[in-house]
């Protein structure tokens, strides 16, 4: 596609109950990242993917959280056992993974755990 | 620690006055810095970015930025805003190896009165 594509756009979930968060990264990039933005905190990292790398977790807030890359694509950010601290914006981007090259964001999927 | 300060919250302009946005640094390293604004509803869209080189960065929608060093600043800048500049703007730093893995400001709200 010509973008960064997420899905769902925006998702209503019970606490407790797992959901997961799919992002479609631009064509032929390597790179892709996730970020959370929540009211208050701003825009944190989250996990990064690049080519066959293993990911750099360092942002995952919790053990609740993970992200997986099929075929160094679409990316699924999972979080299980969901709280109500959890609901935010997830936001993923995607770059062409050289060093020097700027980020392109997808519009998000607005969370809201209740 | 590395880190990002955006000192303005929320800024009021009028439509056709100048706009200045601060942003303000902590990085140990050679920075690379970005501003992207989001529109309601919108994912981030990047105005303008800094490598090296000119230190003043010309970007899109008439924004531009310059780095000052001795400062530890890139501050935002347009000569006349337009109502359609409402938005969020944050400001990003991100390391040479990497620059999609960014540390984000807090965000500044812009809002232009007719």
């Known amino acids: 596609g010509a973008g960064v594509s997420q899905s769902p756009s925006n998702k209503v979930t019970e606490k407790g109950k797992d959901v997961e968060l799919r992002c479609d990264p631009i064509?032929?990039?390597?790179?892709l990242y996730w970020y959370r933005q929540s009211l208050g905190q701003g825009l944190e990292f989250l996990i990064y993917?690049?080519?066959?790398?293993?990911?750099?977790k360092s942002g995952l807030p919790s053990d609740r959280f993970s992200a997986e890359r099929t075929g160094g694509s679409v990316s699924t950010l999972t979080i299980q056992r969901t709280q109500q601290e959890d609901s935010a914006v997830y936001l993923c981007?995607?770059?062409?993974?050289?060093?020097?090259?700027?980020?392109?964001f997808g519009q998000g999927t607005r969370l809201t755990v209740v | 620690a590395q880190s990002v300060t955006q000192p303005d919250i929320h800024i009021t302009v009028s439509e056709g006055a100048s706009l200045e946005l601060r942003c303000n640094y902590s990085?140990?390293?050679?920075?690379?810095l970005f501003w992207y604004v989001q529109s309601p509803g919108q994912g981030l869209q990047l105005l303008l970015k800094?490598?090296?080189?000119?230190?003043l960065v010309q970007g899109i929608k008439g924004f531009e930025a310059e780095f000052k060093r001795s400062q530890s600043s890139f501050n935002l800048r347009k000569p006349s805003v337009h109502w359609s500049d409402a938005a969020e703007y944050f400001c990003?730093?991100?390391?040479?190896?990497?620059?999609?893995?960014?540390?984000f400001g807090q965000g500044t709200t812009l809002q232009v009165k007719p």
């Open positions: 990085y140990g390293a050679t920075p690379y």
């Open positions: 981007a995607s770059s062409p993974g050289t060093a020097v090259s700027e980020a392109f």
């Open positions: 990003a730093v991100g390391r040479s190896s990497n620059t999609g893995k960014l540390i």
């Open positions: 800094y490598f090296s080189g000119d230190t």
């Open positions: 064509s032929g990039h390597t790179a």
């Open positions: 993917f690049q080519g066959n790398s293993a990911p750099d």
